[in-house]
């Protein structure tokens, strides 16, 4: 079963304009961490917050945007004002228990027009 | 801090040939080290888990003789693919998790192309 879904395979926007991508995961773990990865075309993972399972709190990094919610196990992001550096295939992704292992979404593909 | 590098950054070679991508932690000890797999246009999935002077742990469905892990160091770990096809083309990722860390640390990759 997949743990971590990201529904929108695609997203085209025109800049300045605010994106959000959905993650929703499954996990039966109290303990657990979730991620956000930027992947550029160049291939290297960028890695842009973690959030672990007993924080709830919605964090703000300049003009990225985090937004947990655990009644829905949901772990959005948003991007406000994007630009065109922004376009970038995205990860969200699951670590259960204490493996550390990762799980990750099917990733969007962002594209920002200018 | 925290880099992590690969060798090399690409690779071309023929079909049954073998392949070994380095995966070296450079300002930390690697306990852990991870390795990942990505084909054109899809996710990254993991292969097998490498712990420093242990056999490495190996996901389902991934062939432990084809991949063949080495983790002879706390910082350096390899995969050699053996007997490449052009199937095993792919995008191989490593990530590093330092000593009593819980953050993986990720190299940039070594894009791997069998003819």
């Known amino acids: 079963a997949q743990k971590v879904t990201q529904a929108q395979t695609e997203i085209s926007v025109v800049e300045k304009e605010d994106v959000t991508l959905d993650c929703v995961y499954e996990?039966?773990?109290?303990?657990?961490?979730l991620f956000w990865y930027k992947q550029p075309p160049s291939g290297e993972l960028v890695f842009l917050i973690r959030?672990?399972?007993?924080?709830?709190q919605n964090e703000i990094s300049g003009r990225y945007s985090w937004n947990f919610q655990k009644s829905t196990s949901s772990f959005n992001f948003t991007i406000t004002a994007s630009q065109v550096v922004d376009s970038a295939v995205y990860f969200c992704?699951?670590?259960?228990?204490?493996?550390?292992?990762?799980?990750f979404g099917a990733g969007t593909t962002v594209t920002v027009r200018a | 801090g925290a880099v992590v590098s690969q060798h090399p950054s690409w690779v071309i070679c023929k079909s049954g040939t073998s392949v070994k991508i380095e995966c070296r932690s450079l300002?930390?000890?690697?306990?852990?080290m991870f390795w990942y797999r990505q084909f054109p246009k899809q996710s990254l999935m993991l292969m097998a888990t490498?712990?420093?002077?242990?056999?490495?742990?190996?996901e389902q469905g991934v062939e432990k003789d084809k991949f063949l892990i080495n983790h002879a160091s706390l910082t350096l770990s390899t995969l050699t693919v053996t007997s490449a096809h052009p199937e095993d083309s792919s995008f191989y990722i490593c990530?590093?998790?330092?000593?009593?860390?819980?953050?993986?640390?990720f190299g940039p990759g070594t894009r791997l192309t069998v003819l």
């Open positions: 300002d930390f000890q690697a306990t852990t």
């Open positions: 490498s712990n420093e002077g242990s056999k490495a742990t190996y």
């Open positions: 996990t039966r773990d109290t303990t657990y961490y």
């Open positions: 990530s590093a998790r330092e000593h009593g860390g819980n953050e993986q640390f």
């Open positions: 992704a699951l670590s259960e228990g204490d493996d550390y292992k990762l799980s």
């Open positions: 959030r672990n399972s007993f924080d709830e």
